[in-house]
Nanobody, 124 residues
Framework: QVQLVESGGGLVQAGGSLRLSCAAS????????VGWFRQAPGKEREFVAA????????LYADSVKGRFTISRDNAKNTVYLQMNSLTPEDTAVYYC?????????????????WGQGTQVTVSS
């Protein structure tokens, strides 16, 4: 069982930045993949970014590529999502998730554990 706790959400103006944190109850180095998803009101949960494997290979959705950066600090058992150049379209609840799979893990069904989510609101 892996417990995940997100933090760092909040209200920010368009063009601003936020850093989300995902603290895991187990060693992040032992988790195959940790991903971030988001869900806006009335929309399905969508993939944002993931960090995978021993070497921390990263994967991003096209909509955030070049603006968001996912990173992993195994000493702190924490995964971060640095979000820059935010737009109102980034407004959503952001979820951290852990998967036993490694590869193109962009679908929710491949993830085994989920955090409770943190709200990100970007004002125009």
């Amino acid at each position: 069982q892996v417990q995940l706790v997100e933090s760092g959400g909040g209200l920010v103006q368009a063009g601003g930045s936020l850093r989300l944190s995902c603290a895991a109850s187990t060693r992040t180095g032992s988790i195959a993949t940790v991903g971030w998803f988001r869900q806006a009101p009335g929309k399905e949960r969508e993939f944002v970014a993931a960090v995978r494997g021993t070497y921390g290979n990263t994967l991003y959705a096209d909509s955030v590529k070049g603006r968001f950066t996912i990173s992993r600090d195994n000493a702190k058992n924490t995964v971060y999502l640095q979000m820059n150049s935010l737009t109102p379209e980034d407004t959503a609840v952001y979820y951290c998730a852990a998967s036993r799979s490694i590869g193109v893990v962009i679908t929710t069904t491949l993830y085994d554990y989920w955090g409770q989510g943190t709200q990100v609101t970007v004002s125009s």
